[in-house]
């Protein structure tokens, strides 16, 4: 079975805080692909990190960090002094070799003023 | 360099309809795949095309949804005889290769086409 979870389904807060959305996943294979995007409220998906399963390295991308930990199944994804404009639904995805790529259920992060 | 294109944007359909979404993917790219988002949820995948080719249709409802992607032309996601539960957005993507080569296989996705079937 392939799957993606996102516990989370509303996060909020404050700007300038930082927020880490989990993400967890369920695969049997031992090639995979794990993506994160972001779809703001005007709706489109935007790319934000593709990573393959045989690269543990975690990534930093400025406000932006990505925590890959296969022994956990899981890809974290951290936003360092969140802004307003970080307000968005985030989706993890996972796809093996085929061409399914399964999707999280998303996380809603608010960031207020 | 374009992104992928989806049009229209949004559309409106009656119950029966005929509703037609077009998708160009980006330039180079030959693989097209399609997902549905149903409101409040997650994205869903529907259908893989290559040019002229269907992949996998495992995502596809059985009736009334089909797709093609012709050697011409961008890649199209026709439903027939629309009913309400097909109210949602249809997201194209495209990639250079496909999934299981690892260079260039990172997916890309366009800006959405939001039925509403009334």
């Known amino acids: 079975a392939q799957k993606v979870t996102q516990a989370q389904t509303e996060i909020s807060v404050v700007e300038k805080e930082d927020v880490t959305l989990d993400c967890v996943y369920e695969?049997?294979?031992?090639?995979?692909?794990l993506f994160w995007y972001k779809q703001p409220p005007s709706g489109e998906l935007v790319f934000l990190i593709r990573?393959?399963?045989?690269?543990?390295q975690n990534e930093i991308s400025g406000r932006y960090s990505w925590n890959f930990q296969k022994s956990t199944s899981s890809f974290n994804f951290t936003i360092t002094a969140s802004q307003v404009v970080d307000s968005a639904v985030y989706f993890c995805?996972?796809?093996?070799?085929?061409?399914?790529?399964?999707f999280g259920a998303g996380t809603r992060l608010t960031v207020k003023p | 360099n374009a992104g992928v294109m989806q049009n229209p944007r949004h559309l409106v359909r009656r119950r029966g309809q005929e509703a037609r979404l077009r998708c160009s993917p980006m330039k180079g790219h030959s693989h097209v795949y399609w997902y549905r988002q149903l409101p409040e949820e997650g994205l869903k995948f529907m259908v893989y095309?290559?040019?002229?080719?269907?992949?996998?249709e495992s995502g596809m409802p059985k009736e009334r949804f089909s797709a093609e992607f012709p050697k011409e032309g961008p890649s199209i996601l026709r439903i027939q005889q629309v009913v309400r539960g097909d109210s949602a957005a249809y997201f194209c993507?495209?990639?250079?290769f496909g999934v299981g080569q690892e260079s260039g296989n990172t997916i890309y996705f366009g800006e959405g086409s939001w039925l509403t079937v009334v």
């Open positions: 095309l290559q040019k002229e080719n269907i992949i996998d």
């Open positions: 995805a996972l796809i093996r070799t085929n061409n399914d790529m399964r």
């Open positions: 695969t049997r294979d031992t090639t995979y692909y």
């Open positions: 990573r393959n399963s045989f690269d543990e």
């Open positions: 993507a495209s990639s250079p």
